[in-house]
T-cell receptor, first 111, second 116 residues
C-alpha cells in the first residue's frame, strides 16, 4: 500500500477556499486516490475519488497531476460545518482490499 | 437503506468482562471492516471480511480480540477479557467490493467502549 503524507492541521476562515495536499510518492498504477471526511463522534464519510486529472462533485474537487505522486482536495467557500478531519487514502478496493487510514488533516474553520 | 448499523452505541464495562460489539452492514455489500479509533493511535483497521470470510486479521491487537461474520448481514467483534486500554470507539464499515470500479466504504456511527 502506498504511504500518504498530509499536513496534520490547517486553519481557515469561513468563505475561503481550502486546499489540502496529500503526497503519495509510491502510488501504484492501479491505485485510486480517495478522500474521506470525519466529523467528531461520527464515522468517516466518503467525499471524492479520482484516478487522474480532475474530479469534481457537489462537495469538493480533486486535482491530480500527471505523475500522480500527489493530490489536492479543494473545498470551495468553506463554512464552520466543514470543520473536520480529512483523510487521504491510496489503493485499490474493488476486490475488498484493505482500507487503511493515515493520520489525516484536522481542518478548523473559524468565523 | 438505513446504512451500517452498530450496537450498542455506548458500552461501559468492568475490566475482565466480555464485550460483544455488533454490526449490520448495508444489504448487498460484500466487504466488511472493523476499525478502532483512539486519540493516540488514530483509526486502525482491525480485520476485514470479504463474502463473510476473514481476509486479513493482522490488525487484531491480540488473542483477546475475535471477530465473526456468520452471514452476510451480521458481524460481531468480541473482546474477552476486556482491559482499560481497549477503551476506544469501534467502527464497522461495509462496501460493495466488487466490479471494476473502485468502491467507497460506508461507516456506522460507532460504539464507544469504556472499560473501567
Amino acid at each position: 500500500l502506498a504511504k500518504t503524507t498530509q499536513p496534520i492541521s490547517m486553519d481557515s476562515y469561513e468563505g475561503q477556499e481550502v486546499n489540502i495536499t496529500c503526497s503519495h510518492n509510491n502510488i501504484a498504477t492501479n491505485d485510486y486516490i480517495t478522500w474521506y471526511q470525519q466529523f467528531p463522534s461520527q464515522g468517516p464519510r466518503f467525499i471524492i475519488q479520482g484516478y487522474k486529472t480532475k474530479v469534481t462533485n457537489e462537495v469538493a474537487s480533486l486535482f491530480i497531476p500527471a505523475d500522480r505522486k500527489s493530490s489536492t482536495l479543494s473545498l470551495p467557500r468553506v463554512s464552520l460545518s466543514d470543520t473536520a478531519v480529512y483523510y487521504c487514502l491510496v489503493g485499490v478496493w474493488n476486490q475488498g482490499g484493505k482500507l487503511i487510514f493515515g493520520q489525516g488533516t484536522e481542518l478548523s474553520v473559524k468565523p | 437503506d438505513a446504512g451500517v448499523i452498530q450496537s450498542p452505541r455506548h458500552e461501559v464495562t468492568e475490566m475482565g468482562q466480555e464485550v460483544t460489539l455488533r454490526c449490520k452492514p448495508i444489504s448487498g455489500h460484500n466487504s466488511l471492516f472493523w476499525y478502532r479509533q483512539t486519540m493516540m493511535r488514530g483509526l486502525e483497521l482491525l480485520i476485514y471480511f470479504n463474502n463473510n470470510v476473514p481476509i486479513d486479521d493482522s490488525g487484531m491487537p491480540e488473542d483477546r480480540f475475535s471477530a465473526k461474520m456468520p452471514n452476510a448481514s451480521f458481524s460481531t467483534l468480541k473482546i474477552q477479557p476486556s482491559e482499560p486500554r481497549d477503551s476506544a470507539v469501534y467502527f464497522c464499515a461495509s462496501s460493495l467490493g466488487l466490479g471494476l470500479m473502485n468502491t467507497e466504504a460506508f461507516f456506522g456511527q460507532g460504539t464507544r467502549l469504556t472499560v473501567v
